[in-house]
């Protein structure tokens, strides 16, 4: 065993640690922070999306209350509607 590879060992791992220290640890830092923004985008994206879907669950219970409480009522006017445009129109 050669006596330079204690002395370059040691120059490697000094060197490897500013390595480490100048370019790996600010890339991790700069993923770190690339992923919190991009789960903040995530969350923001996912509470539009649950507001959207409460608004039409909410639109949903109308309609369905509309239905339920005017049922036959709105059977008679739908079928009333399509017998008016079934017939024709007279003019003059």
């Known amino acids: 065993m050669s006596p330079l590879i204690i002395p370059i060992l040691g120059i490697s791992c000094g060197l490897l640690a500013i390595f480490g220290g100048v370019f790996v640890k600010p ?3 700069y993923q770190h922070r690339r992923m919190e923004l991009e ?3 995530v969350a923001e994206k ?3 999306y649950a507001a959207q879907t409460e608004r039409l669950e909410q639109r949903v219970r109308v309609l369905e209350r509309i ?3 005017r049922g036959m ?3 008679d006017e739908i079928d009333r509607l399509r017998d008016e ?3 024709p129109v007279k003019l003059g």
């Open 27 to 29: 890339w991790f830092a």
């Open 39 to 41: 789960a903040s985008m």
């Open 46 to 48: 996912a509470a539009q």
């Open 67 to 69: 239905v339920t409480d």
């Open 73 to 75: 009522d709105l059977s």
């Open 85 to 87: 445009r079934a017939e």
